[in-house]
């Protein structure tokens, strides 16, 4: 490359992106202006064509009744001198009209067949152009030509460009200046759209993704606009999505990878049975504890990912309530965990996924079970069109500003990391995202046997979510 392509090529990196944008708007509006008048011309001439072909036979017949009475006192007046005068009758009258006059033989016109007929037959011919008329001097062979008109001779007439082009040239000109403020109108506010997508979709790209597409000025980018912020949005979330998990994962890793690495080295220095065995079931504790952590955080990962489509199916809720708490009834063998559908109408149904819903309760239960000191109620209700499900415990319960920040991941309000208390502080979140999924709520609030009530509500039908 040579020292000038160089120079040409640093010129053509380093030009302001404003510049950039005002050649490309215009370059932008010239192409659409010359598509839209070059078809508006092109329209207009084929219409004008079509008109002038179809009014042609109108403006001969008018300019043949216009002329007639002229041109028989033309005729009268050659007929009242002998014929050896009509050459200089001709020119004097010739000098007194706007158009030319002059007297020709037959044999020497080539018109069309139908205006040669007419000609012959004693009637006024019109050239192809429209522009000239004959006319045949009674039984003579000698033909009267009227026409065309003489610009010199015409009082409108001035030098230069002629007044029936000059009105045609400005009658475009003004056409073309109010179709190029309409273009305009039109492309600029399109434009200053398409360079705002341009530029949110550049900071997107750089990884800016807190960017959002403004408010679009036309109504067709809108929707696209709309799109584009969910999009943009729903990436960013999963970004701190998962930046989150990583790091409260890798955080929660750290205390049973910790307590495994002590037994090893407490296994291997020591010889005792006894000690041996309970260092044994420290370390499968360690492994179940990080078994569930990994099931846990991935069951939380595929939920905020995937947000997968529901198949929803009516299910008896009495039943199929009793149904999850007796799945989960082994893990709190010391507690009373008591199931009151009283509530509900005989044989309620309700919509749910099969696969998700157990989630929600049985995170809830599990929930109830590592706080509750003597008993657990689970009951159910009927509130309008939706249906609400309650986990009452008579643990510790939870303070009013804490009762939101629960159901975020990863948040444990007792701070402990005994196994007495265990979890992650997933479960909450995943009851809330499979709740999210049904169009309903997950909250928690205070229990009438003092502890804390965690409360899932949902549309009993899907007809409910939709409208």
Same mark, same amino acid.
């Given at each position: 490359m040579t020292g000038s392509s160089r120079l040409l090529a640093l010129?053509?990196?380093? #030009?302001?992106?404003?510049?950039?944008?005002?050649?490309?708007?215009? %370059?932008?509006?010239?192409?659409?202006?010359?598509?839209?008048?070059?078809?508006?011309?092109?329209?207009?001439?084929?219409? /004008?064509?079509? !008109?002038?072909? +179809?009014?042609?036979?109108?403006? /001969?017949?008018?300019? &043949?009744?216009?002329?007639?009475?002229t !041109?028989?006192?033309i005729e009268d007046e050659?007929? &009242?001198?002998?014929?050896?005068?009509?050459?200089?009758?001709?020119?004097?009258?010739?000098?007194?009209?706007?158009?030319?006059?002059?007297i020709v033989d037959r044999w020497t016109l080539n018109l069309p067949p139908p205006q040669a007929a007419k000609l012959d037959d004693g009637e006024l011919a019109i050239d192809a152009q429209g522009e000239i008329l004959?006319? &045949? =001097?009674?039984? #003579?062979?000698?033909?009267?030509?009227?026409?065309?008109?003489?610009?010199?001779?015409? @009082? /409108?007439? &001035?030098?230069?460009?002629?007044?029936?082009?000059r009105i045609r040239l400005l009658t475009w000109s003004l056409i073309g200046l109010c179709l190029a403020i309409v273009v305009w109108l039109w492309v600029h506010p399109v434009w200053r759209d398409l360079e705002a997508m341009r530029q949110t979709t550049r900071a997107l790209g750089e990884g800016l993704f807190e960017a959002r597409a403004p408010t679009m000025r036309s109504s067709a980018f809108g929707p696209l606009a709309e799109t584009l912020n969910g999009m943009a949005e729903r990436i960013q979330r999963l970004i701190a999505t998962q930046k989150e998990l990583s790091s409260a994962i890798s955080h929660e890793l750290r205390t049973p990878i910790a307590r495994l690495r002590f037994a090893l080295e407490m296994l291997a220095e020591t010889e005792e049975p006894g000690e041996r065995e %309970?260092?044994?079931?420290?370390?499968? +504790?360690?492994?179940?504890? =990080?078994?569930?952590?990994? /099931?846990?955080?991935?069951?939380?990962?595929?939920?905020?990912?995937?947000?997968?489509?529901?198949?929803?199916?009516?299910?008896?809720?009495?039943?199929?309530?009793?149904?999850?708490?007796?799945?989960n009834r082994l893990l709190g063998r010391h507690l009373e965990l008591m199931v009151d559908t009283s509530a509900l109408p005989p044989a309620q149904h309700v919509e749910l996924d099969s696969r998700s819903m157990p989630y929600a309760v049985t995170n809830l239960l599990r929930n109830a079970i590592k706080y509750a000191r003597t008993r657990i109620r689970v009951s159910a209700e009927m509130v309008g069109q939706h !249906?609400?499900?309650h986990v009452d415990d008579d643990g510790i319960g939870i303070p009013p500003e804490e009762r939101e920040r629960v159901f975020s991941a990863f948040t444990r309000l007792d701070r402990s990391r005994d196994r007495a208390t265990g979890g992650y502080g997933l479960g909450l979140a995943i009851a809330r995202l499979v709740l999210e999924q049904h169009g309903g709520t997950a909250s928690a609030g205070a229990s009438p046997l003092g502890g804390a009530r965690?409360?899932? %509500?949902? @549309?009993?039908?899907?007809?409910? #979510?939709?409208s």
């Open positions: 010129l053509g990196n380093t #030009t302001p992106a404003p510049w950039r944008g005002r050649y490309s708007l215009s %370059r932008l509006f010239f192409n659409f202006y010359l598509l839209v008048m070059g078809s508006f011309v092109a329209i207009a001439i084929f219409a /004008d064509f079509v !008109i002038s072909t +179809a009014v042609k036979g109108i403006t /001969d017949d008018y300019t &043949r009744r216009f002329m007639r009475g !041109i028989v006192l050659l007929f &009242r001198k002998p014929r050896s005068e009509w050459p200089k009758t001709i020119e004097a009258l010739d000098r007194k009209f706007s158009y030319k006059l002059d004959y006319h &045949r =001097l009674k039984q #003579t062979p000698q033909i009267l030509m009227v026409g065309p008109i003489s610009p010199e001779r015409d @009082p /409108d007439y &001035r030098k230069g460009i002629p007044l029936d082009l %309970r260092l044994w079931r420290l370390m499968e +504790a360690d492994l179940d504890e =990080l078994d569930s952590l990994i /099931d846990s955080s991935l069951t939380y990962a595929r939920f905020e990912r995937e947000q997968p489509e529901l198949q929803l199916s009516a299910v008896e809720f009495g039943p199929w309530l009793a149904q999850q708490v007796a799945a !249906i609400a499900l965690f409360t899932l %509500r949902w @549309p009993l039908s899907q007809s409910v #979510t939709e």
